[in-house]
């Protein structure tokens, strides 16, 4: 009859927390994505504007800048 022996406790347990910390490594990876993708914001600045008179009305000259973490893109401009 042949004796069938398993792994040790030892390395089991070794085993077990290996898997659990790579297991929450890579939630903690996957979590960091979620977080900053709902954390994401539009920063637009006003770094340069400037306005002259011109023939028959104004030329305005204005640089806006987006500072912020994601792209964004300006629909309408009201003087």
């Given at each position: 009859?042949?004796?069938?022996r398993?792994?040790?406790?030892?390395?089991?347990?070794?085993?077990?927390?290996?898997?659990?910390?790579?297991?929450?490594?890579?939630?903690?990876?996957?979590?960091?994505?979620?977080v900053?993708?709902?954390?994401?914001?539009?920063?637009?600045?006003?770094?340069?504007?400037?306005?002259?008179?011109?023939a028959?009305?104004?030329?305005?000259?204005?640089?806006?800048?987006?500072?912020?973490?994601?792209?964004?893109?300006?629909?309408?401009?009201?003087?």
């Amino acid at each position: 009859m042949v004796k069938r022996r398993g792994i040790s406790p030892v390395i089991a347990t070794v085993i077990i927390v290996a898997v659990t910390i790579a297991v929450a490594i890579a939630v903690a990876f996957w979590m960091t994505g979620i977080v900053g993708l709902f954390t994401a914001a539009e920063k637009l600045e006003i770094t340069y504007a400037y306005a002259e008179p011109d023939a028959g009305g104004w030329t305005v000259t204005i640089r806006v800048n987006n500072t912020g973490t994601t792209t964004t893109s300006i629909d309408m401009v009201i003087i």
